[in-house]
């Protein structure tokens, strides 16, 4: 298994038993400056013995250690002299490999609890006696392995939090990375600054450098082709690529059909004109429409569109003079360039037996044929979403580039729900603009995550001067998020809501309704496909 991060880092691996919180603690141990690596559950205990992690942390998870096929973990990660940290479901993955008791109760504890602290664990150095905590376990441990004592109690457990201090095992029942958790943060810096003793050496200056020297490594003196979107991530790595080796680099856009309102010109004068990186303009709307004619599956969109991305592309270099062929040796283009983030490797692929669901596919990873006539170049996706825009600063892209909230690769075809047709992508496309213009206009697009319209399979009766009508319905998603990887409902004011609502409902024509998603992440995903 190969590891993302260069050596010299400190690193804190995570091993995931499929919780829906294991992003959220990857990125919790990253704003602490110190690397943080999410690996399967399965990894035997050698190989991450040659990984050399500082400390090691036990994910959630949805299974009883006592279902059958339930994920297990190698015991022999406990003798290994790395600090673990077992969380929930990690918990009871210790107690039951280390020999203490765990006992599957029938009833799950989903909720707020106390914690009361006992016997002065370094985890909750400087936190008090009580903390609020969040729990979502079913499992649940009675009786402590040898060498194991309490470090703190809530009223439904006598173990909420364990520990055998002479091996640097800790176990907690609780969820210290979520937001219901307030000081949880504070108990994983403890871990990994005071148990782990990693120092803060995971900067984005520093990744900069070395991710340029990673690009310089693998491509040599070659071509690389790049699908520039004008979104943040493809930017950043187009301002990256073009630092790490210059002319080597050609963007190509790529006008599949389903971008915003003037993405095409915004794109073009940005990268050509203003950076001077060498750019190739496509239009191929009529392709991409023709293929998704009749497709209303969200999955099936999403390859769908994935492959004829690739396909556009090596017809875009056959026409900048580079005839393709399957022999990579003869390719004047051998590399694809895609701003595949962090988060999307871990949500789309589940690997050596991740027991995590896949949610959905993301374009940049599982959009992709198996059989490509490229080798990929990804150097962002060790990075969280908020880690590339501080890159981005940092090569200086403009702030309205770098702050662009982020638009999914497959366009505005999965916020189309059901079939993708040029009068809808018209509807959503008029719609969405006036979305924007409005939330530009009252200070609010760079205050949220995403703000959005999507087009609904619906139509509803509605009222437009003395006539009946019977049109489509536009609901508006307005989210506020850090990641990408949790997100509440933004509250903003009812005068902007009227507002968009009144504009959409008036000025795009087959449109009579509009509705507001007051939907969190978890359960609900941001977009609606």
């Given at each position: 298994m190969?590891?993302a991060?260069?050596?010299?880092h400190?690193k804190?691996l995570?091993?995931?038993?499929?919780s829906?919180?294991?992003?959220v603690i990857?990125?919790?141990?990253?704003?602490l400056?110190?690397y943080?690596e999410?690996?399967?559950?399965?990894?035997?205990?050698?190989e991450?013995?040659k990984?050399?992690?500082?400390?090691?942390?036990?994910?959630g998870?949805p299974?009883?250690?006592?279902d059958?096929?339930?994920?297990?973990?190698?015991?022999?990660?406990f003798?290994?002299?790395v600090?673990?940290?077992?969380i929930?479901y990690g918990l009871?993955q210790m107690?039951y490999?280390?020999?203490?008791q765990?006992?599957?109760?029938?009833?799950?504890?989903?909720g707020?609890g106390m914690?009361?602290?006992?016997?002065?664990?370094q985890l909750f150095?400087?936190l008090?006696?009580?903390?609020?905590?969040w729990n979502s376990?079913?499992?649940?441990?009675t009786a402590l392995p040898k060498?194991?004592?309490?470090?703190g109690?809530t009223?439904?457990?006598n173990?909420?939090?364990v520990?055998d201090?002479?091996r640097k095992l800790?176990?907690?029942?609780f969820h210290?990375?979520?937001?219901?958790?307030?000081r949880?943060k504070?108990?994983?810096q403890?871990f990994?600054?005071?148990?782990?003793r990693?120092?803060?050496?995971?900067?984005?200056?520093s990744?900069i450098e070395?991710a340029?020297?990673?690009?310089?490594?693998?491509?040599g003196?070659?071509?690389?082709?790049?699908g520039?979107?004008?979104?943040?991530?493809s930017?950043?790595?187009?301002?990256?690529?073009?630092?790490?080796?210059?002319?080597q680099?050609t963007?190509?856009?790529?006008?599949?059909?389903l971008?915003?309102?003037?993405?095409?010109?915004?794109?073009?004068r940005?990268?050509g004109?203003?950076?001077?990186?060498?750019?190739?303009?496509?239009?191929?709307?009529?392709?991409f429409l023709?293929?998704?004619?009749?497709?209303?599956?969200?999955e099936k969109?999403?390859k769908?569109?994935?492959?004829?991305f690739?396909?556009?592309?090596?017809?875009?270099?056959?026409?900048?003079?580079?005839?393709?062929t399957?022999?990579?040796?003869?390719?004047?283009?051998r590399?694809?360039a895609?701003?595949?983030l962090y988060?999307?490797?871990?949500?789309?692929?589940?690997?050596g037996?991740?027991?995590?669901q896949?949610i959905?596919?993301?374009h940049?990873?599982?959009?992709l044929p198996?059989?490509?006539?490229?080798?990929?170049?990804e150097p962002?996706?060790q990075?969280?979403k908020d880690?590339v825009r501080?890159?981005?600063?940092?090569?200086?892209l403009?702030?309205?580039?770098?702050?662009?909230?982020?638009?999914?690769?497959?366009?505005?075809?999965v916020?189309?729900?059901?079939e993708?047709?040029?009068e809808?992508?018209?509807i959503?496309?008029?719609?969405?603009?006036?979305?924007?213009?409005e939330?530009e206009?009252?200070?609010?697009?760079?205050?949220?995550?995403?703000s959005?319209?999507v087009l609904?399979?619906?139509q509803?009766?509605?009222v437009?001067?003395?006539?009946?009508?019977y049109?489509?319905?536009?609901a508006?998603?307005?989210?506020?998020?850090?990641?990408?990887?949790?997100?509440?409902w933004?509250r903003?004011?009812?005068?902007?809501?009227?507002?968009i609502?009144?504009?959409?409902s008036?000025?795009?024509?087959?449109?009579n309704?509009?509705v507001?998603?007051i939907?969190s992440?978890?359960?609900?995903t941001?977009?609606?496909?």
């Amino acid at each position: 298994m190969k590891t993302a991060a260069p050596p010299k880092h400190s690193k804190i691996l995570i091993l995931d038993f499929g919780s829906q919180y294991t992003q959220v603690i990857a990125r919790r141990v990253r704003e602490l400056q110190v690397y943080s690596e999410v690996v399967p559950f399965n990894v035997p205990a050698a190989e991450i013995k040659k990984l050399q992690p500082n400390g090691i942390i036990l994910s959630g998870g949805p299974a009883s250690v006592y279902d059958k096929g339930a994920p297990q973990i190698d015991p022999e990660i406990f003798s290994l002299g790395v600090p673990v940290l077992g969380i929930c479901y990690g918990l009871m993955q210790m107690a039951y490999h280390l020999g203490g008791q765990v006992v599957f109760t029938g009833r799950r504890e989903y909720g707020a609890g106390m914690l009361h602290i006992a016997n002065g664990s370094q985890l909750f150095d400087g936190l008090g006696h009580q903390l609020d905590v969040w729990n979502s376990h079913g499992d649940e441990v009675t009786a402590l392995p040898k060498g194991f004592v309490a470090a703190g109690t809530t009223e439904s457990s006598n173990f909420a939090a364990v520990e055998d201090r002479q091996r640097k095992l800790y176990g907690l029942q609780f969820h210290p990375e979520v937001a219901h958790t307030p000081r949880g943060k504070e108990i994983l810096q403890n871990f990994v600054y005071h148990i782990c003793r990693c120092p803060m050496d995971w900067t984005m200056g520093s990744f900069i450098e070395e991710a340029c020297d990673r690009v310089r490594q693998q491509v040599g003196d070659e071509n690389i082709v790049l699908g520039l979107s004008g979104g943040v991530d493809s930017s950043v790595v187009a301002a990256l690529l073009h630092k790490a080796i210059g002319d080597q680099l050609t963007c190509i856009f790529v006008n599949n059909g389903l971008l915003r309102a003037r993405e095409e010109e915004v794109v073009q004068r940005v990268f050509g004109e203003n950076f001077h990186i060498k750019l190739k303009y496509v239009d191929a709307s009529k392709r991409f429409l023709e293929k998704l004619r009749g497709v209303t599956d969200p999955e099936k969109k999403r390859k769908v569109i994935g492959e004829e991305f690739i396909r556009v592309f090596e017809d875009a270099i056959a026409d900048l003079g580079a005839p393709q062929t399957s022999n990579l040796k003869h390719q004047t283009f051998r590399f694809l360039a895609q701003g595949t983030l962090y988060p999307d490797v871990i949500e789309s692929v589940s690997i050596g037996g991740n027991p995590s669901q896949v949610i959905k596919t993301h374009h940049n990873v599982g959009g992709l044929p198996e059989k490509m006539h490229f080798q990929l170049v990804e150097p962002v996706r060790q990075l969280f979403k908020d880690e590339v825009r501080q890159v981005g600063l940092q090569l200086g892209l403009p702030n309205e580039i770098v702050y662009r909230q982020p638009f999914p690769g497959p366009g505005l075809a999965v916020r189309i729900l059901g079939e993708v047709t040029p009068e809808r992508l018209s509807i959503l496309r008029e719609a969405d603009t006036i979305v924007q213009s409005e939330m530009e206009a009252a200070g609010w697009y760079y205050k949220v995550w995403q703000s959005f319209a999507v087009l609904l399979p619906i139509q509803t009766v509605g009222v437009m001067g003395d006539q009946r009508t019977y049109e489509n319905t536009v609901a508006l998603r307005i989210v506020e998020s850090q990641d990408g990887m949790t997100a509440d409902w933004v509250r903003v004011p009812y005068e902007l809501l009227a507002r968009i609502s009144s504009r959409v409902s008036n000025e795009v024509k087959g449109v009579n309704r509009v509705v507001f998603d007051i939907s969190s992440k978890p359960p609900s995903t941001i977009e609606w496909e």
